[in-house]
C-alpha cells in the first residue's frame, strides 16, 4: 500500500513540476512573442509615417519630369502632410526608441540632417534632389534594418509590408 501512495505522490510531483515548467516556457513565448509584436508595430508606424514625405517628393518629381508646376493649393497640401508626417516621425522615433534597433535611430537622425542640409542650396533642382535622396535613403535604411531586427531580411515579406522603392 505505501508502495501504490508513494508511486502516486511521485507521479503528482512529476505532473505538477512537468506543468510548472511547461507554464514558464509558454509565457517566456508569450512574453516573446508580444514584445516582436510591439517591434514590428513600432516599425510599421514609424514607416508609415514617412508616406506623406515620399508622396509629396514623387509628386514634384513628376511634375518635373512633365515639364509642369503644382498649383498652389496641391502645394499648400503637400506641404502641410510633410510638415505633419515629420513630427509623426520625430514623435514615432523617441516613442519607440526602446524597441528600434540603435542603427535606425541613427539613421534617422542622419535623414534629418541631410534634409536641413538640402534646404541650404538655392538652386531648386539641387534642393530637390538633396531633399528626395535623404528621404529615400532614410526610408530604405530604416526598412532594412527592421528587416534585419525583426529576422524577416531575407523573406521579402517587409517590402511588402512597409512598400517603397528597394536600395539602390
Given at each position: 500500500m505505501w508502495?501504490?501512495?508513494?508511486q502516486l505522490l511521485l507521479t503528482a510531483v512529476g505532473g505538477a513540476i512537468g506543468a510548472a515548467v511547461a507554464f514558464y516556457l509558454g509565457l517566456r513565448q508569450f512574453k516573446s512573442q508580444k514584445w516582436w509584436d510591439r517591434t514590428a508595430e513600432a516599425y510599421i508606424s514609424l514607416l508609415d509615417a514617412f508616406h506623406p514625405l515620399l508622396d509629396e517628393d514623387t509628386a514634384y518629381?513628376?511634375?518635373?519630369?512633365?515639364?509642369k508646376d503644382l498649383a498652389e493649393p496641391r502645394k499648400l497640401a503637400l506641404r502641410e502632410a510633410s510638415a505633419k508626417a515629420e513630427a509623426e516621425i520625430y514623435k514615432?522615433?523617441?516613442m519607440a526608441s526602446f524597441l528600434i534597433d540603435p542603427r535606425a535611430d541613427e539613421a534617422l537622425n542622419l535623414m534629418f540632417r541631410d534634409l536641413e542640409k538640402s534646404k541650404m542650396t538655392t538652386d531648386w533642382i539641387e534642393y530637390r534632389?538633396?531633399?528626395?535622396?535623404?528621404?529615400?535613403?532614410?526610408?530604405?535604411?530604416?526598412k532594412s534594418i527592421a528587416a534585419e531586427h525583426l529576422g524577416v531580411a531575407s523573406s521579402g515579406r517587409l517590402l511588402k509590408i512597409f512598400g517603397g522603392r528597394q536600395n539602390k
Open positions: 508502495n501504490a501512495v508513494g518629381w513628376d511634375a518635373e519630369i512633365d515639364g514615432r522615433k523617441r534632389q538633396a531633399e528626395s535622396d535623404a528621404l529615400w535613403k532614410g526610408f530604405s535604411a530604416v
